[in-house]
């Protein structure tokens, strides 16, 4: 083994279920760090991270798009017919994968007996 190859990090498995403290040196995880424990505690926060920005360069770009759009909406509550109204430039199978990932992220609410997103 030559002395660069002594120093070479090890590489790290791709796998999903890997703990956070996997990534730092032995006994340099950032425990003790407000982030850290803010993000510990903010699962939801972490899920919603994930679900928009997850993909394709241009799906994660259309997805923050839209969900940016509907938070500048001035209304809470809002029927389908109003979504398409809005959103009159996107074809119709492209708006409607990025609600069903934000209603899978629980980032939008669906009322069916209203039949409005919330």
Request: glycine share 4%; hydrophobic share 45%; aromatic share 8%.
């Amino acid at each position: 083994m030559t002395p660069a190859q002594a120093h070479a990090p090890a590489s790290l498995p791709d796998d999903p279920d890997l703990p956070f403290e996997s990534y730092f040196r032995e006994g340099a995880a950032p425990a003790e760090a407000l982030l850290w424990w803010q993000l510990e505690r903010n699962e939801p926060l972490l899920n919603a991270l994930r679900a928009l920005c997850h993909g394709p360069a241009a799906l994660v770009r259309l997805r923050v798009w839209v969900f940016m759009e509907l938070l500048a909406m001035p209304a809470s509550r809002i029927s389908r017919d109003a979504l398409n109204q809005h959103f009159h430039s996107l074809r119709d199978e492209g708006l409607e994968l990025v609600l069903k990932r934000l209603r899978e992220a629980n980032l939008l609410l669906w009322d069916g007996s209203q039949q409005q997103y919330g």
